[in-house]
């Protein structure tokens, strides 16, 4: 915690340290969101254990409305074949889909199909990663162009 920033302002030190252990990440709201739908107490399962899971999942979820879970539910259960980039971008924490309302997780849906309807060929998914936005991108290297095709022969 060497940092210029913190030096001056504990309060800020505490928040960034609080916020680094608390189980608000993207990943642990979507493992909770999963856990919270497939919740069963299983057959001779101690109530205890069973309550204790349920208080594990309301650390995480308890303080969230409807309107911030809905869309994580939506994106546990989205057909990960069918938008691939999506759920990358959700495991990178790209603000577009962690913070997206219902409305905008859509939208977002909906250019993930455009775009892999722009890529396939012959009704078949392209055998390409799934898109990641530039700014999350560690290294942006731009794709090596490809030769200009000849015209066919007659």
């Known amino acids: ?34 856990d919270l739908v497939a919740l069963e107490q ?19 979820v308890g303080s969230m409305q409807v309107a911030e879970l809905l869309p994580l539910f939506a994106l546990a259960h989205l057909d990960s074949s ?7 971008r959700y495991v990178i924490n790209d603000p577009a889909i962690t913070g997206a ?16 309807r722009a890529l396939s060929r012959n009704g078949q998914l392209p055998d390409l990663p799934p898109t990641v936005p530039a700014a999350n991108r560690v290294n942006t290297a731009r794709p090596t162009p490809l030769p200009p095709r000849s015209p066919p022969l007659p």
């Open 101 to 116: 309302s219902t409305r905008s997780l859509e939208q977002e849906m909906l250019a993930e199909e455009t775009r892999i």
């Open 1 to 34: 915690m060497n940092a210029a920033e913190f030096k001056a302002d504990g309060f800020q030190m505490l928040q960034y340290l609080l916020s680094t252990v608390s189980n608000t990440t993207a990943s642990s709201k979507m493992k909770a969101v999963s």
């Open 42 to 60: 299983a057959p001779g399962e101690p109530s205890g254990l069973f309550m204790s899971r349920v208080r594990d999942i309301q650390e995480v």
């Open 82 to 88: 069918r938008y691939p980039g999506l759920m990358m």
